[in-house]
C-alpha cells in the first residue's frame, strides 16, 4: 500500500508551518519526508558532510523542531517529530493498512494534510475504510514559552460486538541525553502525592561506540496523581501537561535513539484509553508543552495550575 500524498519532496520546497513565541521557534510537518541534496561521491561522509539521502522521515508528522531562541538547540531529535500519532488501535476492528515506505508507527503511514490555523498549525486525518475515524492535531504558540495543542478524534464505526475501546500513544523523541528521566506526580499515601522519576540511563558510557549494545527500555507512569510531567535539558525543563487525568505518563529510555549511534535520546510519550468511545461526536484532550528555565518542581506545578485557570476562565 502506497498513499500519493505520502512523498518525499526537496529540502528547499520544505512545507513546515513555522510557530512562534517570545522566546521560542517550532516547525510543524506533515507526514512528507524531506530529500537532503543529492551527492555523487559514494563515500560514507562526503564533501558536504551529507551520509543519508534525507533529512526527515516520510511518515513523521507533528513538531519536527523546537528550540529556544537563545540556546538554539533543536531539542527534536534529527529526521524525527513529536506528537505524531505513533498507535491507533480500536478493538475488534481491522485497522488500515499504513504507507510501506513509512517509517515506524501507524499513524505516520496514512495520508495527513496541514493547513494554517491563525498563528498556529493543523493536521488533519480522512476517515479511512476500515477504522473511519476523523483526527485532528492542532498546534497553537502558547507566549511566551510554550505550545498549546488539541488533539481531536470523531468515530464512526463500532465493533460488532464486544467494547468499544480505543488505545493511541503520542512521542517526544528528546534530542538530548542530559538525563533521560521524566518526573512526575506519584500518589504515596491517600490524598497525597510524591515527584517520582521514570526511566534511567543504561549501563553504558555515552557516546563510546566500542561494545555498545542498544538497551531500549520503557517505564510507566505508576499511580499517577496529574497528567503533568517534566524532564531536565541542561539548565532548563521541558514541561508537558495535559488537561484529561486519563493519559498516562512514560518513557523509554532510549525511544528516539538510532541503532548505529551510542546516544540514548529518550522519548517522553503518553497514551491515551477510551473505553467506551462515542459516534458520531468530537472526543480528545488538550495539552500544553512549555521549554523554560527550570527553577525547580513548584515552578513547574505552577505552570500547570496556571494553565488550569485560564482553561477554566
Not at 47 to 61: A, E, S
Not at 106 to 131: I, V, Y
Amino acid at each position: 500500500m502506497q498513499y500519493p500524498e505520502l512523498r518525499y519532496v526537496p529540502e528547499d520546497e520544505d512545507r513546515s508551518l513555522t510557530i512562534e513565541t517570545r522566546d521560542l521557534v517550532a516547525k510543524v510537518i506533515d507526514n512528507t519526508g524531506l530529500l537532503a541534496p543529492v551527492v555523487e561521491w559514494p563515500a560514507y561522509f562526503n564533501p558536504t558532510h551529507r551520509f543519508t539521502p534525507f533529512t526527515h522521515h516520510l511518515g513523521y508528522h507533528g513538531i519536527r523542531t523546537l528550540y529556544n531562541r537563545e540556546e538554539r538547540r533543536n531539542l527534536v531529535v534529527p529526521f524525527v517529530s513529536w506528537l505524531n500519532l505513533q498507535t491507533a488501535i480500536m478493538d475488534g476492528i481491522e485497522p488500515d493498512p499504513i504507507d510501506e515506505r513509512a517509517a515506524f508507527g501507524m499513524g505516520r503511514g496514512w495520508p495527513l494534510r496541514m493547513e494554517q490555523a491563525g498563528r498556529g498549525a493543523r493536521l488533519s486525518l480522512d476517515p479511512l475504510p476500515s477504522m473511519r475515524m476523523h483526527y485532528s492535531l492542532e498546534i497553537q504558540p502558547a507566549e511566551p514559552d510554550g505550545l498549546d495543542f488539541s488533539v481531536r478524534f470523531v468515530f464512526e464505526r463500532r465493533p460488532e460486538k464486544g467494547s468499544a475501546r480505543f488505545r493511541a500513544a503520542w512521542p517526544c523523541y528528546m534530542n538530548g541525553y542530559d538525563d533521560v528521566r521524566f518526573f512526575y506526580p506519584r500518589r504515596s499515601t491517600p490524598g497525597a502525592w510524591e515527584w517520582a522519576g521514570l526511566g534511567e540511563k543504561p549501563r553504558i558510557i555515552i557516546g563510546e561506540p566500542v561494545h555498545y549494545e542498544h538497551d531500549q527500555t520503557a517505564y510507566f507512569a505508576e499511580e499517577q496523581a496529574m497528567p503533568l510531567g517534566y524532564g531536565l535539558l541542561g539548565k532548563r525543563a521541558l514541561i508537558i501537561m495535559l488537561s484529561d487525568p486519563g493519559v498516562r505518563l512514560f518513557v523509554v529510555n532510549c525511544g528516539g535513539h538510532f541503532f548505529c549511534s551510542p546516544v540514548q535520546n529518550p522519548a517522553w510519550d503518553f497514551q491515551w484509553v477510551v473505553e467506551d468511545y462515542p459516534l458520531h461526536e468530537a472526543t480528545g484532550f488538550d495539552g500544553r508543552i512549555i521549554y523554560a528555565d527550570f527553577q525547580g518542581p513548584e515552578q513547574v506545578l505552577a505552570r500547570y495550575h496556571e494553565w488550569l485557570g485560564e482553561r477554566s476562565a
